[in-house]
């Protein structure tokens, strides 16, 4: 059975950081591209950042050099570090296993976890 579950969210202030975890089992973790996607209140989900099976990383614009994605093969996990949170940056995240080297759509991703809030208050 395949899982992924996510931890590490919370209510934070502005302009800290937070570490989101993925935690994944029941799947060949080294095998796929990991990546973060959220969803946040009234707005489609959208793709945050994605790593390659060789440890390459994308992100989204929005969350460029705020965010780093990274992953344990060993583990079977994959993290997403936010420094300088924004208001915007409040959602709901979930991170997904997908197909190709980067993928940064919804349709290219097999596995979802059930997601994790993160609120950012000023």
């Known amino acids: 059975q395949v899982q992924l579950v996510e931890s590490g969210g919370g209510l934070v202030q502005a302009g800290t950081s937070l570490r989101l975890s993925c935690a994944a089992s029941?799947?060949?973790?080294?095998?796929?591209?990991m990546g973060w996607f959220r969803r946040a209140p009234g707005k489609e989900r959208e793709f945050v950042a994605v790593i390659s099976r060789n440890g390459g990383a994308r992100y989204a614009d929005s969350v460029k050099s705020r965010f780093t994605i990274s992953r344990d093969n060993a583990k079977t996990t994959v993290y997403l570090q936010m420094n300088s949170l924004q208001l915007e940056d409040t959602a709901v995240y979930y991170c997904?296993?997908?197909?190709?080297?980067?993928?940064?759509?919804?349709?290219?991703?097999?596995?979802w976890g059930q997601g994790t809030q993160v609120t950012v208050s000023s």
């Open positions: 029941g799947l060949a973790f080294s095998t796929y591209a």
């Open positions: 997904a296993a997908g197909i190709g080297t980067f993928p940064d759509r919804v349709e290219f991703y097999q596995r």
